[in-house]
């Protein structure tokens, strides 16, 4: 049977007209298949990007094979097939391992690590990667794997711009807010292990009111509603406590650091009655306190900020 021709106006003018051709979608090879790196390929897939991938252990491929992805038996086999190779592993320490393997085959491609390690690590990454004749670019992934590919994504960029540019068509299949952060090439980790502080802290906190509810008799789902007050009244702050880390102006007019240190060391005290592990508050009495002894006393709560990095600029 012969193919159907088109023969309508419409037909007619895209088979005369190139750009009416669909776009071809770069290539694009996701080395690591641990669940975030599953997620990436997918949205790269979705988007209708060829994709290839490779992990330690193959088995992690076969949901995102059964997609359509192709499995390569090698990192090496795994770059040849496209000039952006996306790494997402567990650190920066099977990043050089897998990136390793690939040898010479990455000489003259793009390599963008979403993998979280430090700052310093991401700039050693940066000189290895160049003295190997390979772009590379240092990313952050700020949100959870079920919203990869959704407008809730939110991507950390940093690194050569034009590389970024370049790239930044198919990195936007992974959806959300990407943002470029710089030439550094540690900023995009900086950022990330600051955040990541704010969140482990956060959680840290809110689990240990969990167990001192729970020792005084109080469901924590009672205290929930509570716990969502004392956060938002967190979130309300965040703009004025940088301003002041910023400004580096602690105006403690309203709340002052020894306040602060009495408040604290009350709860921790209340902990330990009730048999409940209070060594993070501690910590944080411990610093707090020690801020008062440097004179910071009358100083806002953030002035601890000045107590925790003094060194820096």
């Known amino acids: 049977m012969s193919a159907r021709t088109d023969n309508s106006p419409a037909g007619l003018a895209a088979a005369s007209d190139p750009s009416a051709a669909p776009a071809v ?12 790196g599953q ?3 997918r949205a790269f897939l979705a988007a209708g990007h060829p994709t290839t991938v490779w992990n330690r252990t193959a088995s992690r491929a076969d949901a995102v094979v059964a997609e359509g992805a192709v499995l390569a038996a090698s990192p090496a086999e795994a770059v040849r097939a496209s000039d952006l190779v996306v790494v997402c592993v567990l650190n920066y320490d099977a990043v050089f391992a897998v990136l390793g ?15 979280a390690d430090t700052p310093e690590r991401a700039r050693t990454a940066a000189a290895h990667a160049q003295e190997r004749g390979v772009t590379y670019l240092d ?13 809730h994504a939110v991507f950390l960029y940093s690194g050569p711009r034009d590389a970024y540019d370049t790239h930044r068509p198919t990195l936007d299949a992974l959806a959300g807010t990407p943002t470029y952060l710089g030439e550094d090439h540690a900023r995009a980790a900086s950022y990330d292990v600051a955040l990541l502080d704010l969140w482990w802290t956060s959680v ?23 716990a969502r007050n004392i956060g938002g009244l967190l979130v309300s702050f965040v703009d004025e406590f940088a301003r002041q880390a910023d400004a ?6 309203d709340s002052d650091l020894t ?6 060391a009350h709860i921790a005290h209340a902990s330990e009655e009730a048999g409940v592990d209070a060594s993070v508050l501690r910590a944080a009495q411990a610093v707090a306190d020690r801020a008062v002894a440097e004179g910071r006393g009358t100083q806002s709560t953030v002035a601890m900020t000045e107590t925790l990095a003094p060194g820096a600029r």
């Open 248 to 253: 580096r102006e602690y105006p403690g007019a």
């Open 39 to 41: 997620a990436l390929a």
């Open 204 to 226: 840290s906190g809110l689990v240990h009111s969990f167990a001192l509810a729970r020792s005084q008799g109080v469901a924590a789902g009672d205290l929930a509603p509570f």
């Open 101 to 115: 393997a690939a040898g010479d085959d990455l000489k003259g491609r793009t390599v963008v690590n979403l993998t």
């Open 259 to 264: 306040s602060a240190a009495t408040a604290i």
């Open 25 to 36: 979608k770069q290539p694009v090879t996701v080395l690591g298949l641990g669940p975030m």
């Open 139 to 151: 990313g952050a992934i700020m949100t959870p794997v079920q919203t990869i590919g959704t407008p």
